[in-house]
């Protein structure tokens, strides 16, 4: 499968909003059976809002998976709640003062949500301010036929994509785009190592990195998803845990180091197979710990490297802006299985089993 291939329902289309919704609802923690389909009070768009008919919304592993069993680090839900963060839908109302929209715009809505102004906001850091909300977390999600959001969140997409597509792209597309500024960026040539390439995350920042000529290794350790990674169009996919890494790294990079890294896991044996082949100067960046917490640093080498280790917590609206300028030079990623939203339960477990390479959707009717 390349990127737009898998076929999907079509942009919803606008018409009188209801006073009632449609949504998958969280009334409790516990396995995807929590999941069940309610009506709810269709939301109304505050001062510079925009109420969106969802078509698509992405199924995320920490997010929605974690959020869902009750062990996200950092979410503390009122019952019942929707969950469901990047999304993709149609505009169908707006609020007062929201002018660069229209009602009928496809858009994508990308789920950070970081309003008023602070010392982060000021320096370029908008995603590290304390007054940072996330759709489906901190507010009513997308696990529903629509969903209120800051017009600013939303980007009118190319009628060319299908929702899957959008949604696939409306939150990784700006975090890898955020991991490549923060690392002091990528393009023609660069050296780039993404390591778990076949998560939603790593395969959208690998083809991202791809796309802007980035000279690029993708691991995985399963052979089935090498295979697909291959199929993507990967030209050296690797295992970074075993022992001829290193060596397979220099062999592509002509002997030199990686200039950056992506590595969501915190598998301790991959970080440090990461730091080995990191080249002078050189940065990782996480935005994820998935396998661990705690990894190895040598700090002499770290320092007399010149090296650095990068956290990005997500993106931001200058990524969101970077992001969707290459999709319209064509840039798309992968979406793995689309489910229906009445389907939320079997998707979650879909994922939380780990057998997608890329992105799972939910479509909603």
Request: charged share 15%.
């Amino acid at each position: 499968m390349t990127p737009s291939t898998l076929t999907t329902g079509a942009w919803p289309a606008v018409t009188s909003v209801p006073s009632e919704m449609a949504a998958a609802v969280l009334t409790r923690f516990g396995g995807p059976e929590v999941l069940q389909m309610h009506s709810a009070p269709t939301p109304v768009p505050k001062p510079g809002e925009a109420l969106v008919r969802v078509a698509s919304v992405s199924v995320g592993r920490l997010l929605d998976v974690v959020a869902r069993s009750g062990k996200h680090p950092y979410a503390s839900f009122t019952f019942p709640h929707i969950l469901g963060a990047e999304h993709a839908g149609v505009v169908a109302a707006l609020g007062p003062g929201v002018t660069e929209l229209q009602i009928g715009n496809k858009v994508a809505g990308f789920p950070v949500v970081v309003q008023g102004e602070d010392e982060f906001t000021r320096a370029g850091y908008s995603e590290l301010s304390p007054r940072l909300q996330l759709l489906g977390t901190h507010r009513p999600g997308a696990y529903a036929q629509y969903v209120c959001i800051p017009a600013e969140n939303l980007t009118v997409v190319p009628d060319t994509m299908n929702p899957a597509e959008v949604a696939a792209l409306a939150l990784a597309g700006p975090v890898a785009m955020n991991q490549f500024t923060r690392a002091g960026g990528v393009g023609q040539g660069t050296r780039v190592i993404v390591q778990g390439a076949t998560s939603a995350l790593g395969l959208t920042t690998a083809l991202l990195a791809k796309h802007l000529g980035a000279q690029v290794i993708v691991t995985s350790r399963h052979e089935s998803k090498q295979a697909q990674l291959r199929g993507f169009g990967f030209d050296h996919v690797l295992d970074a845990v075993e022992p001829s890494f290193v060596d397979e790294v220099g062999e592509v990079f002509e002997g030199k180091g990686a200039q950056l890294i992506s590595d969501n896991l915190g598998a301790p044996m991959v970080w440090e197979h990461g730091l080995q082949v990191l080249a002078p100067g050189g940065a990782i960046v996480s935005s994820g710990a998935f396998l661990g917490h705690n990894v190895p640093v040598n700090l002499q080498r770290l320092y007399s490297k010149g090296q650095r280790i990068v956290g990005v917590k997500t993106g931001n609206l200058a990524a969101v802006g970077q992001l969707w300028q290459e999709v319209a030079k064509g840039f798309r990623t992968i979406t793995d299985k689309t489910f229906t939203l009445e389907q939320a339960p079997a998707a979650h477990h879909y994922v939380e089993a780990g057998r997608n390479v890329g992105r799972v959707s939910l479509e909603v009717e």
